[in-house]
């Protein structure tokens, strides 16, 4: 005797139709028809409280440590070229610099510099200071540095010429002559008690073998200009000169001490960096971003961010449980219904199925106003001061940061958990047995 | 058991007057039994039960409560399943396979009418009838426009829009019948289908049945405990403890 067929995806049509019908119409009814609205409302609200707190939290977290991270930004180089190991330096290869930018688009300009210790003698005193040798040409592309020279004509091309002095030093006979230039941090002139237009004395710090020993060699330059950056570092101990003069200065007239690299967007040095180190191995160089002298910091803010992040999925697991309990409610509620639906051939799993199905609609649903009621709170908390946080951020709101790859991994992940909340009820509603729920008399 | 009644003419054989045959066999069964197992004893609610349903017939099970008539019904309509012995309705084993299976056999060759509940209270009258139709995937349209049919057919034309809660127990329970055919099943089952009813609605909800079965040929197996409606149905089934004590058919037929 045959056995006819079973058609695969019978029940769908009817799944959508009690899916709708249950999930809306409680809605739309009255008496105690209500009371299963506010079944419904309530997870709904559960996960968009979660939803929400996310987007909020997380966004104007990630705000705040955009700011910080371009307050240590500051002044330095987005990616520094150096040699993979150790503190040496590398041979001056202009192949390099035409390479370099092509392997990143992140990549807007490269050039080479020269740094050394130094001391700079005034006709008062000898400071410590750092000698850094740049290329006059293209420095100012990579550095950005004309904001900060106080006489606003200023440009690193000048270093390429040499000067006259408009003072001499104490010591010296000759009044006449021109001198290479170089640019100094204001702090340090102040401490050496010299402007602009003074001539200074660069001594090297590196043993020179001579006839008779220790000869350290000398360099006599003046002050073309002056700069103020705002950081303590730059301004009290950075002198500039042109690579060249460095160069011979060191006696390392093929050398460079590396490549600063400028970065379209300096907050991706870390990729761009890792990116650039592939392909710099091969050379026994190695790219170092700007964020590896801040790590403990920065670590630390990542930390908390991954913290926060956690404790508000957590706010969204309890909204989760709500689904669970509501759900597992309207099976008990239910029983004889769905007791009736398997009487006239609705398939075990196809009511597993209609309730794994509710729970995602619940899911999505919260999560759709979670997301709309957070973005239009970020807008307005970014938009409006608020006292609270006068002082710190005057005049506008709240800086805020929305990461698009955690808003939408939020919801898929809310989603997901929103339907794993249902499995539990969908188990429960598949164990119903229609006769006996249905032979209850107690209806 | 199979032949006994096949060469027979007898006017009274079945309301239709149609002539059974081994292809006409509705219900067949052999040696059915049913044990329920709860803890340290067993209870036997069925004990070895055997006959057989022509199509068309319209079939009375009557007996006290615990004679075993529910458990055989249930079991009929593939909602409850045997320990041992041979089912088949329709020619088909509703057991066979899966619960996919069995759920598609529910769907297709039975229609169940239960005492009372029958209805779901969120969907109209029209909506109730068309649910079958569209747990079988077929097409909506010809699904709904059956089922107002059938509600006409029953008497509820006028009131297709009504919801479980505005409708009389009469009318749910011939909403509820109407659902049962949407499907064209071979067996229409009920289990105590007027038991809640008043005496006037009763006798409309049997008059209903013995309609359906003289103008559509379907084929009742229906449980009652309301004499007066057993014997207005041509064949009744007397069962005890589990057991087939009287059957008006075998009376019949034996020779």
């Not at chain 1, 958990?417 to 229609?434: H, N, Q, T, Y």
């Not at chain 2, 209805?119 to 709904?144: D, R």
């Not at chain 2, 499907?183 to 309609?211: C, K, M, Q, T």
């Amino acid at each position: 005797m045959a056995h006819d067929p079973t058609p695969l995806r019978p029940g769908l049509a009817a799944i959508l139709f009690l899916l709708k019908r249950y999930l809306f119409s409680s809605w739309t009814a009255r008496k105690r028809k209500s009371q299963a609205a506010f079944g419904v409302a309530l997870p709904v609200v559960g996960i968009a409280v979660g939803v929400c707190a996310f987007t909020v939290v997380l966004s104007v977290m990630g705000g705040f440590v955009q700011g910080l991270k371009k307050r240590l930004l500051g002044v330095e180089p987005h990616i520094e070229v150096v040699v993979r190991e150790g503190f040496g330096r590398i041979p001056a290869q202009a192949e390099l610099l035409r390479r370099l930018p092509q392997l990143s688009n992140q990549i807007v300009s490269v050039s080479p510099f020269i740094k050394s210790d130094v001391i700079v003698q005034s006709s008062r005193k000898p400071m410590t200071a750092l000698l850094w040798g740049v290329d006059t040409q293209n420095a100012e592309e990579v550095m950005r540095f004309n904001s900060y020279f106080l006489n606003s004509d200023s440009r690193f091309s000048e270093l390429a010429e040499d000067a006259e002095a408009e003072t001499s030093l104490q010591d010296e006979s000759q009044a006449g002559g021109t001198f290479p230039t170089l640019f100094a941090g204001e702090k340090l002139l102040n401490v050496l008690d010299s402007s602009v237009g003074d001539r200074l004395t660069l001594i090297s710090t590196q043993p020179d073998e001579g006839l008779g020993g220790f000869a350290p060699t000398q360099q006599p330059v003046v002050v073309a200009g002056a700069f103020h950056t705002g950081s303590m570092t730059h301004d009290s101990k950075v002198i500039f000169a042109r690579l060249e003069l460095v160069q011979k200065f060191m006696d390392a007239p093929g050398e460079w001490s590396g490549i600063q690299v400028a970065l379209r967007e300096p907050l991706e040095a870390e990729t761009v960096a890792l990116q650039l180190n592939e392909a710099l191995k091969a050379d026994g160089l190695r790219a170092k971003p700007w964020t590896e002298s801040n790590k403990a910091l920065l670590k630390a803010l990542r930390l908390e961010r991954w913290g926060m992040s956690f404790v508000l999925y957590m706010v969204i697991l309890v909204g989760c449980f709500s689904i669970t309990i509501t759900l597992v409610l309207a099976v008990r509620r239910k029983a004889r219904e769905m007791a009736i639906l398997r009487s006239i051939g609705l398939r075990r799993v196809d009511l597993g199925l209609l309730y794994l199905l509710k729970g995602g609609i619940i899911g999505l649903v919260g999560v759709v106003l979670g997301l709309g009621f957070g973005l239009l709170l970020l807008q307005v908390v970014s938009k409006i001061p608020l006292s609270i946080i006068e002082d710190a951020y005057p005049g506008h709101g709240l800086p805020v940061l929305v990461s698009w790859s955690d808003v939408i991994s939020v919801s898929l992940g809310s989603l997901l958990l929103s339907v794993v909340a249902a499995i539990w009820p969908a188990l429960e509603v598949m164990r119903i047995d229609p006769v006996e729920t249905l032979s209850d008399r107690a209806a | 058991m199979l032949n006994a009644s096949e060469n027979e003419k007898s006017p009274t054989a079945t309301l239709s007057g149609r002539v059974g045959s081994h292809a006409d066999l509705a219900v067949e069964i052999r040696d059915l039994r049913k044990v329920y197992n709860m803890g340290e004893f067993s209870l036997e609610a069925l004990c070895g039960v055997s006959f057989t349903i022509r199509r068309g017939e319209a079939v009375a099970i009557v007996g006290e409560s615990g004679s075993g008539k529910s458990t055989l019904l249930h079991i009929v309509g593939a909602l409850d399943s045997p320990t041992s012995g041979d089912v088949r309705v329709g020619g088909l084993n509703p057991f066979q396979g899966t619960d996919h299976q069995v759920s598609h056999f529910r769907n297709q060759h039975v229609g169940f009418v239960f005492q009372h509940n029958n209805l779901l209270p969120e969907f109209n009258a029209l909506e109730n009838v068309v649910m079958p139709g569209l747990i079988s995937g077929k097409n909506a349209t010809q699904v709904y426009r059956r089922a107002q049919a059938l509600l006409e057919r029953v008497g509820l034309g006028q009131r297709v829009a009504h919801y479980p809660g505005q409708l009389s127990g009469g009318e749910q329970q011939r909403v509820a019948i109407a659902r049962a055919l949407i499907n064209e099943p071979v067996l229409l089952l009920a289990d105590e289908p007027s038991g809640n009813l008043d005496s006037r609605n009763a006798a409309n909800i049997h008059a209903l049945f013995a309609e359906l079965n003289r103008d559509l040929h379907t084929t009742l197996v229906i449980v009652t405990h309301n004499q007066d409606f057993a014997h207005t149905l041509p064949r009744r089934i007397e069962m005890r403890d589990g057991r087939i004590v009287a059957d008006s058919a075998a009376a019949i037929s034996s020779p």
